[in-house]
Nanobody, 120 residues
Framework: VQLQASGGGSVQAGGSLRLSCAASGNMLTINDMGWYRQAPGKQRDLVAIVSSGGNINYAASVKGLFTISRDFAKNTVYLQMNSLKPEDTGVYYC???????????????WGEGTLVTVSS
């Protein structure tokens, strides 16, 4: 499974960016799809995620500011980021979990990451 992300870049505080991530490859059943981010010198943390049933979870710091959406037919997930702050700066990683019926296990996949820089 390959995850191809796009949409990162540099923006001033208060601006907006939209990230996209498309999954391709051998993926009979994608479970969760979402976004994590890693700020400089910090661990990778969840930003937002959508389950196969459409349930959405956001990090507390982005609720009401970011919106995640998922196109199930296209195996694509989007992250609309509004009112960006300097603390939103980091590398954003697309994530997907795929259910493997043969082994009854979930496999985790990560995109390469896309850099988001928010200047004050």
């Amino acid at each position: 499974v390959q995850l191809q992300a796009s949409g990162g870049g540099s923006v001033q505080a208060g601006g907006s960016l939209r990230l996209s991530c498309a999954a391709s490859g051998n993926m009979l059943t994608i479970n969760d799809m979402g976004w994590y981010r890693q700020a400089p010198g910090k661990q990778r943390d969840l930003v937002a995620i959508v389950s196969s049933g459409g349930n959405i979870n956001y990090a507390a710091s982005v609720k009401g500011l970011f919106t995640i959406s998922r196109d199930f037919a296209k195996n694509t997930v989007y992250l609309q980021m509004n009112s960006l702050k300097p603390e939103d700066t980091g590398v954003y990683y697309c994530y997907a979990s795929v259910f493997r019926a043969a082994t009854l296990t979930y496999e985790n996949y990560w995109g390469e990451g896309t850099l988001v820089t928010v200047s004050s």
